[in-house]
């Protein structure tokens, strides 16, 4: 028996082992040390089985797993593998510092059943981005639903014997980069107590995010978590018709966003109106769209 708990970490990765070391090194360098480390390595072709072995730390174990493109699938494998009262996720590019774990489980100590904390968002140019997630209200489950996300994976420490209750991870290739947040909905739902620690405690990187692949991808990821949780409560009233119009014209202007940011204007502008034929009433909508007519008529 382990006098303090033990927290198990899931490292889903794939060819990313020049990032994967210095994920490992952010764990083992945990001031909290009751952890285990389960690797879940989507048989990468590069070096990542050298270096999870490279550590020589018997708490840091791999499982190879074919994931077929469903990250979601590589996490419920190595949550049924983990020995922890408690998970903790971190994606291979992603760090944490060095109390993040002590932090969140001073928290999660308090009754809570799952703790997100703050994060850098890293660039591929080193910029960062300061974020803390939250507030507890926004992480009610209709406030998680009309209004959006507001939990990071790489930030997540939560109660095992919740995530086995919900069911884990969804599976299903229409959810696959929206998968977390159909999680947390429905952890939410199930009246568990989720808390936030506004400090920073880790770097979550960002690349490639605003490919145009990747844009489409996740907005019908999250058009489909959007739609099944949102059937689960029809048939809506006046004010729930109205959020869900809401909430599915915010996804249009995200996905017109990410489109804007790859200098994409025309198509940016396409979603931009789907958006506003969804819901007009969204203020920063009409400044978004200023911002795309002019670079679209003076190119830069």
């Avoid at 979601?72 to 971190?90: D, H, T, W």
């Avoid at 939250?134 to 992480?139: D, V």
């Amino acid at each position: 028996m382990h006098e303090k708990p033990l927290i198990s970490v899931v490292i889903p990765t794939y060819n990313h082992a020049h990032f994967l070391k210095t994920a490992l090194e952010s764990v083992v360098n945990q001031t909290y040390t009751e952890w285990e480390a389960i690797v879940v390595n989507n048989y990468s072709d590069d070096n990542t089985i050298d270096v999870v072995s490279e550590f020589g730390d018997p708490r840091i174990k791999l499982r190879n797993y074919k994931n077929h493109g469903v990250i979601a699938a590589g996490r419920n494998q190595a949550i049924s593998m983990s020995k922890g009262e408690y998970v903790a996720f971190l994606d291979s590019d992603d760090i944490w510092y060095p109390d993040k774990l002590k932090e969140c489980l001073e928290l999660l100590n308090q009754g809570f059943d799952l703790v997100c904390h703050g994060e850098f968002w890293v660039k591929t140019d080193n910029s960062k981005r300061h974020i803390i997630y939250g507030p507890e209200k926004n992480a009610r489950y209709r406030s998680l639903l009309f209004n959006g996300n507001c939990i990071s994976t790489s930030a997540t420490v939560v109660r095992k014997e919740a995530l086995d209750k919900a069911g884990g991870f969804c599976e299903s290739p229409d959810m696959v980069t929206a998968e977390d947040y159909d999680l947390w909905l429905k952890l939410s739902k199930s009246d568990i107590k989720i808390g936030f620690v506004k400090k920073i405690l880790g770097e979550y990187r960002i690349h490639n995010a605003n490919h145009s692949k990747v844009v489409l991808t996740h907005m019908m990821a999250e058009q489909a978590v959007l739609e099944k949780h949102i059937s689960m409560l029809r048939p809506l009233n006046l004010y729930d018709k109205l959020l869900e119009k809401r909430r599915k014209s915010i996804v249009f202007y995200g996905a017109g966003r990410g489109f804007q940011s790859n200098s994409e204007y025309s198509v940016a502008l396409n979603y931009f109106l789907k958006s506003f034929k969804t819901y007009p009433f969204i203020g920063r909508l009409y400044a978004a769209v200023v911002i795309s007519l002019y670079y679209k008529i003076f190119p830069r």
